[in-house]
Nanobody, 126 residues
Framework: VQLQASGGGLVQAGDSLRLSCTAS????????YGWFRQTPGKEREFVAA????????SYRDSVKGRFTISRDNAKETVYLQMNSLKPEDAADYYC????????????????????WGQGTLVTVSS
């Protein structure tokens, strides 16, 4: 599976952005997906995840209520809607796909993903 992330940019605090991650080369609907982010000198951290069944999603505490992960199987795309952005949200954002079993998928762990896209940079000015 090849993943292509896009949608990053420079925004002001309080603004919104929608990141997209388009997949190719695999059966999109069979995968769970996640978004991670990374800043220089820090480890890549979990942001959000969505399961195959659409109903189950999960977020890191600091983005709950502001970010929404969704997927469109017909478009083979995963989205991350980011509202009320804060300077601390600035990072390179990465999408990832996992074909692990739902019952044992440790979605907050970057090692639980099998495929990664390139990053898309989000910059938030205060």
């Amino acid at each position: 599976v090849q993943l292509q992330a896009s949608g990053g940019g420079l925004v002001q605090a309080g603004d919104s952005l929608r990141l997209s991650c388009t997949a190719s080369g695999g059966s999109f609907s069979n995968y769970n997906y996640g978004w991670f982010r990374q800043t220089p000198g820090k480890e890549r951290e979990f942001v959000a995840a969505i399961f195959r069944n659409f109903r189950q999603t999960s977020y890191r505490d600091s983005v709950k209520g502001r970010f929404t992960i969704s997927r469109d199987n017909a478009k083979e795309t995963v989205y991350l809607q980011m509202n009320s952005l804060k300077p601390e949200d600035a990072a390179d954002y990465y999408c990832a796909a996992s074909n692990r079993n739902d019952n044992t998928w440790n979605y907050i762990n970057r090692r639980a993903y099998d495929y990664w896209g390139q990053g898309t940079l989000v910059t938030v000015s205060s």
